[in-house]
């Protein structure tokens, strides 16, 4: 059996954007993990009994990036299903795409994270050392550059 994780890709857009395109001001949220190596990965989580998906990645930022689900707006057409393993085990991670509604919210991390950082495209994708999440990040930015 798959070990189970659900979160948001969360972004926010900058409203001093000065170029004409409006994506260019949008920037993403990754967090630090403060164990293992330390990655950046946006809030995720494992599904605890009687949870649906969503729920369980409501509940994962609000604990690891201090965001209630009313400080987000989930974006209609957007869900990604990432599967690796993890030590040896089957991982299935299910992300949902959510804007901030006012970009300047506080995060409050958890125990679980040491820092987070807004970032540009090119900058997430650095940061994000799987090829999956750099992957998951580009085809997020496209989806918000077609909906412009």
């Known amino acids: 059996m798959a070990v189970r994780a659900c ?5 926010r857009r900058l409203q001093s954007a000065p170029s004409s395109k409006v994506t260019d001001g949008i920037e993403y ?6 164990y293992g190596t330390h990655h950046w990965t946006p809030p995720k989580g494992h599904v605890d009994p009687g949870e649906d998906d969503l729920q369980t990645a409501f509940r994962e930022t609000q604990e690891e990036a201090g ?3 009313s400080q987000l707006t989930l974006i209609e057409g957007y869900k990604k299903e990432l599967h690796y393993p993890v030590r040896g085990k089957p991982k299935t991670v299910i992300y949902w795409l959510a804007e901030m509604k006012d970009c300047n919210t506080e995060i409050k991390l958890s125990e679980e994270h040491q820092a987070f950082r807004w970032l540009k495209l090119e900058d997430a994708c650095k940061f994000a050392e799987y090829e999956d999440m750099q992957t998951t990040l580009k085809e997020v930015h496209q989806f918000l ?4």
Not at 29 to 34: I, N, P, R
């Open 67 to 69: 965001l209630q689900a």
């Open 145 to 148: 550059c077609s909906k412009e």
């Open 7 to 11: 979160g948001l890709i969360i972004y």
């Open 29 to 34: 949220l990754l967090l630090q993990t403060s």
